[in-house]
């Protein structure tokens, strides 16, 4: 039997801010946070089983323009307190979660002449690694997607989503590259806003 969870509070603010000198496309992630990993070494009968237990804080997300300007794409303030995870029984994962969500969108600002949009991701991940090699992970963090068209410059339209979410998974790795994994949605506490703005 097998029970990987998380459990606390969460206080993020997120958001992305976007000057572009023309029509662009970006992506990133960045390790922002991370502990030192943990190794245990426990015995099934005469057989070790060496486990790595991994925690870390990961920021992904992307940004877009259609044509130069500056956009602030706006974001969220987000808090929470959760229990999130998932236990195995011997035959089969099943999940545990249990959240209570705040979340305040930021409205976006821009002058921007066409389109513009990107989101960013927090996420707080732990990871269990037997023979450092395969296991089970869970992630969980605020999000923020914002879309902006401002085919009326004095009224540019914004599409907003914002959310809290976890993600749990498992996933077999050689050599540092991931080589087979599973991924299931265990929640997605989400706000969605449509606006205009300046």
Known sequence: NLHL????????????AL????????SFSQTLWSAPPVVLTQFIGPVPLVETIS????????????ASGKVVLGG???TAQLTAGAKYDGSKWTPVTGSSVNLTPESPSLNVALTAGGSVKLQARVAVRFYDLAGPYLAVGPYAHVDVTSANLAT????????????FGGDVSVL???IAGFDVQLFDRANLKSANTR
């Not at 459990?7 to 993020?12: E, L, N, S, T």
């Not at 925690?55 to 259609?66: C, K, R, Y």
């Not at 540019?156 to 993600?167: E, F, N, S, V, Y």
């Open 156 to 167: 540019p339209t914004a599409q907003a989503r914002i959310g809290l979410d976890g993600d």
């Open 19 to 26: 000057t572009a000198g023309r029509a662009l496309s970006k």
């Open 5 to 16: 969870g998380l459990h606390g509070g969460i206080v993020a603010k997120a958001g992305v």
């Open 76 to 78: 969220l303030d987000a």
């Open 55 to 66: 925690v870390e804080l990961v920021a992904v997300g992307e940004a877009h323009a259609g």
């Open 176 to 178: 540092g590259h991931r």
